[in-house]
C-alpha cells in the first residue's frame, strides 16, 4: 500500500515522498530544505507531503509542493505587503492585506511622525510597509526601517493602480527583478509588490499601466521568458 | 462470500461511472466541490482560514464550524433537524482528525455542506458527504495530515454485502456500514453502521470496503491533478 512518490509526481496529504535516499535532515552537514507542504516524520524517518500538488525541486536538496494556493497563509515576520487602510482608529490604521485578520499599523510607525504630527492617512489608502508576526498576536506592519527612515515605504500614491497577482509569482519577482529592470529600461515606472501578491504601479501614462498589469499577468499565467515579455510589453504600449 | 466477492469484482469497472466531480463550483469560496455518488449528490463550500467571529476558547488552534443542510422536503422532516446535528458533529471529528488545526492560531474556517440530491438510502448519502468534503479541503489546499475516502456498504437480504450500492438494491436492505479510511496506511478513520449484522459481516465488510477505497483515491488523484494542468 505504501507506495513512495517521486520527484514532480502528483501528491495527496499523506503520501509517503521518496527522498530518503538523501541524509537526514537532522545532519547539519548537508541539510536539506522542505518548502510549504511537506513534513518529515521524526518517528518513521519519512517525508510527508500535507497539501496536495506536484513535488518539486528547484535547486538540489530544497524540495516544496506546487499546488493551488487560494489563499495568504505563509507570511512570515519581514515580509513586504501592500495593504489597503480599512479603518483608522486613534493612535492605530487597521490594514487588510489578504491575512487571516486585519493588521495593525501604528501612526507612529511612519517617518517623520511625531505625538504633533501624524501622517494624514485614511480609509482607502494604500500603504507599504514590512510586517511583524509574532506568534498568536493579530499581525503589526512597520513603515520605517531600524534607523527611521521610510526607505520605500509609506502610503502610495493614490494616482497609482493596484491589482492582484499569485502569490508565488510576486515572491518571484521580488527574488529576481530583471524582467522588472529591463522593462525600466524601456520606460520609468514605479513598482511596489507586496509578498501578499499585491502589486501597485505607477507610471507617466495610463496606457503604460496598462501594458505593465499585462505583462505581469502573463508572466504569472505562462511561462514566458524575457524577451517575449518584453516585445508584448512594446505592443501593448503601441495598440 | 465467493458470489459477494464476484458481485465486486464485477463492479470494478463501473466504479469511475458512479464517481463524478466538479472542483471550485462556487468562485467565491476559498473551496468548493460538487461529488457524485450513484443517485446522491452534495455541495460543499469552505471559507477561512478567517478570522475568529465569536471569542471562543479555540485561541491556539483552528476553529471549525460546519453547517450541515439537508435537502428541503424530504420525506421525514421532522426528525431531520437532531439527524442533522449528529452528521454535523460526525464530520467534524473528522476534519479535527484531518487537518493541521494547529497551524492557524486564531483563526476559523467555515464549512457548509449541502445535500442536493438523495434518491437512495442513507449509506449513499453519509459517504458522499464525507468525500464531498474531503475534496472541498483538497481544493482549499488546507493542511491535512492525510486524505480520506468514505465507502457504502449495504447488507443485501439475497445478493448479500454490495459495495457502492445502486439505489434499487440500497432500498431493499436494511443493514448498512459506512467506512471512512485514511490514505496512508489505509485504516479506518471512522464508521458508521445501522441494523442487524454480527461482528464476521462486519469484518468482511471492511476487507471489501478496503480497495474501493484504494480505487476513489485514484479518482481523487485524477482529478485533482486535471485542475492542476
Request: hydrophobic fraction near 40%; charge should be negative.
Amino acid at each position: 500500500m505504501n507506495i513512495e512518490r517521486q520527484i514532480n509526481e502528483f501528491v495527496l496529504p499523506g503520501d509517503t515522498i521518496a527522498l530518503s535516499s538523501l541524509p537526514s535532515p537532522l545532519d547539519s552537514s548537508n541539510s536539506v530544505t522542505l518548502g510549504p507542504g511537506l513534513h518529515y516524520d521524526k518517528h518513521t524517518g519519512a517525508f510527508t507531503s500535507h497539501s496536495c500538488g506536484h513535488i518539486r525541486e528547484p535547486s538540489s536538496l530544497i524540495y516544496y509542493i506546487d499546488g493551488h494556493r487560494p489563499a495568504v497563509s505563509s507570511l512570515t515576520s519581514g515580509d513586504l505587503v501592500l495593504g489597503i487602510v480599512v479603518r483608522r482608529q486613534l493612535e492605530s490604521l487597521l490594514v487588510d492585506i489578504g491575512y487571516n485578520e486585519l493588521a495593525s499599523l501604528s501612526l507612529y510607525d511612519f517617518e517623520g511622525a511625531t505625538k504633533r504630527t501624524k501622517p494624514n492617512v485614511d480609509r482607502g489608502d494604500i500603504i507599504y510597509g514590512r510586517l511583524k508576526i509574532d506568534g498568536e498576536c493579530q499581525p503589526q506592519i512597520i513603515c520605517i526601517n531600524e534607523d527611521g527612515k521610510a526607505d520605500g515605504m509609506g502610503i502610495l500614491s493614490e494616482h497609482g493602480y493596484v491589482f492582484d497577482i499569485p502569490v508565488d509569482v510576486a515572491n518571484d519577482l521580488i527574488e529576481h527583478n530583471n524582467l522588472l529592470e529591463e522593462l525600466g529600461n524601456e520606460m520609468p515606472y514605479e513598482i511596489a509588490i507586496g509578498a501578499n501578491g499585491r502589486v501597485w504601479v505607477k507610471a507617466t501614462t495610463t496606457r503604460t499601466m496598462i501594458a505593465l498589469r499585462k505583462v505581469l499577468l502573463e508572466r504569472a499565467k505562462n511561462k514566458m521568458d524575457i524577451n517575449q515579455l518584453k516585445t508584448l510589453f512594446a505592443q501593448s504600449l503601441v495598440s | 462470500m465467493t458470489e459477494t466477492l464476484s458481485e465486486m469484482t464485477e463492479n470494478d469497472e463501473s466504479i469511475f461511472s458512479s464517481l463524478h466531480c466538479i472542483l471550485s463550483p462556487i468562485s467565491k469560496a476559498t473551496g468548493s466541490a460538487t461529488f457524485t455518488l450513484n443517485d446522491s449528490l452534495c455541495t460543499c463550500l469552505l471559507n477561512g482560514p478567517g478570522e475568529l467571529r465569536q471569542q471562543q476558547d479555540a485561541i491556539n488552534r483552528l476553529q471549525v464550524d460546519i453547517t450541515f443542510q439537508a435537502r428541503p422536503g424530504s420525506n421525514n422532516t421532522n426528525s431531520t433537524s437532531t439527524k442533522d446535528k449528529l452528521i454535523e458533529q460526525w464530520l467534524e471529528t473528522l476534519v479535527h482528525s484531518t487537518v493541521l488545526t494547529e497551524h492557524y492560531p486564531r483563526s476559523q474556517i467555515n464549512i457548509v455542506i449541502y445535500e442536493e440530491q438523495n434518491l437512495s438510502g442513507e449509506a449513499t448519502i453519509l459517504a458522499c458527504l464525507c468525500n464531498t468534503l474531503c475534496l472541498t479541503m483538497l481544493d482549499a489546499n488546507l493542511p491535512m495530515k492525510y486524505a480520506f475516502a468514505a465507502v457504502p456498504i449495504i447488507l443485501h437480504p439475497t445478493k448479500g454485502l454490495l459495495a457502492l450500492p445502486k439505489t434499487k438494491d440500497e432500498l431493499a436492505s436494511t443493514t448498512y456500514f459506512v467506512f471512512v479510511f485514511e490514505i496512508t496506511l489505509n485504516e479506518t478513520l471512522a464508521m458508521h453502521a445501522s441494523g442487524e449484522f454480527d461482528m464476521k459481516t462486519l469484518e468482511q465488510a471492511i476487507t471489501i470496503a478496503k480497495p474501493i477505497a484504494g480505487q476513489i483515491f485514484q479518482f481523487y488523484r485524477q482529478e485533482l491533478e486535471k485542475r492542476l494542468s
